[in-house]
């Protein structure tokens, strides 16, 4: 057999995975296969597949199945996961390694009026090697953030890639601007927020020290896992500093279209954000 019809019986095979309805399979429709082309797996919707054959409740199944990105309804051959379910896994990793390895487009960033500081970190392998210098400055860097920050806000927005620069891309322009619109009306001086390139958590502490914010929050690209890429995590510290307890951080998680939307999460980070103000508190410390 060589390569050409080696090619040729993977591409039928993918494309009738993903291309035609069989077994309980979904009858959504997948994305047109040109001559020579391998699908994108990551955009067919999984939660409208089912590869079960012959379930006892199909109905029951197909609605357990569309409410969650879990694998469920994958079925086997033999003792192995089937072709469809092992390439949809390999397709989801791509798109969890792409999230961590791609940087957060320039443009995106002039479209927020963000402008950027790096952490001590020089590179993203470096920034996943060394979590430690992921959460300090240079003193160069704090030097330029005193210079171009308002310095002792009532509260500070900052912005950071972490784990997801895809998380990032997709949610900052609907949640900075629902905080900071959640903010506007309640006499609270906002400080000038800004993008940390190779940011940990951690880094929001630093910031604090540096500009003397009351409560500082980070919005930060979580870790990508199977299901999606693109989610995003809230810190929030009350009277941060370098070192202080993870227990005093507030978090609010899962943020991404398919978790909680971005403007929904922006408008209950600024009513957190004035809270932390009122109770001078937050983590185990602000009562929720």
């Not at 192995?80 to 995106?108: I, Q, S």
């Not at 060394?130 to 912005?159: H, M, W, Y």
């Amino acid at each position: 057999m060589n390569e050409a019809q080696l090619k040729e019986i993977i591409l039928k095979t993918i494309t009738e995975m993903v291309g035609e309805e069989g077994q309980g399979r979904a009858s959504a429709a997948a994305p047109q296969v040109e001559p020579g082309e391998v699908p994108d797996l990551s955009a067919v919707d999984y939660r409208q597949v089912l590869d079960v054959p012959d379930p006892a409740n199909e109905e029951e199944y197909r609605l357990l199945r569309s409410q969650t990105v879990a694998r469920l309804g994958v079925w086997r051959a033999g003792p192995r996961y089937r072709t469809n379910t092992f390439l949809r896994f390999r397709a989801d990793h791509a798109v969890a390694m792409d999230a961590v390895f791609t940087d957060v487009p320039e443009d995106l960033l002039e479209k927020a009026g963000l402008f950027t500081v790096q952490t001590l970190c020089d590179s993203k392998d470096t920034y996943l090697t060394r979590p430690d210098l992921g959460r300090r400055f240079s003193d160069e860097t704090v030097a330029e953030l005193r210079k171009r920050c308002v310095l002792n806000p009532d509260i500070q927005i900052v912005a950071s890639d972490g784990l997801s620069s895809t998380s990032i891309t997709a949610n900052l322009l609907d949640v900075l601007p629902a905080i900071l619109q959640g903010l506007k009306a309640s006499g609270a001086t906002v400080g000038t927020p800004f993008f940390i390139k190779y940011g940990r958590v951690g880094a929001m502490d630093a910031v604090t020290e540096a500009l003397g914010a009351k409560v500082t929050v980070i919005l930060l690209g979580e870790r990508p896992g199977l299901a999606t890429g693109e989610s995003m995590s809230a810190y929030m510290t009350y009277g941060g500093y370098i070192g202080i307890p993870e227990a005093s951080r507030t978090v609010v998680s899962n943020i991404h279209r398919g978790g909680t939307t971005p403007t929904e999460a922006g408008a209950f980070i600024a009513e957190l954000c004035l809270r932390m103000l009122k109770e001078k508190a937050s983590g185990l410390d602000l009562k929720v």
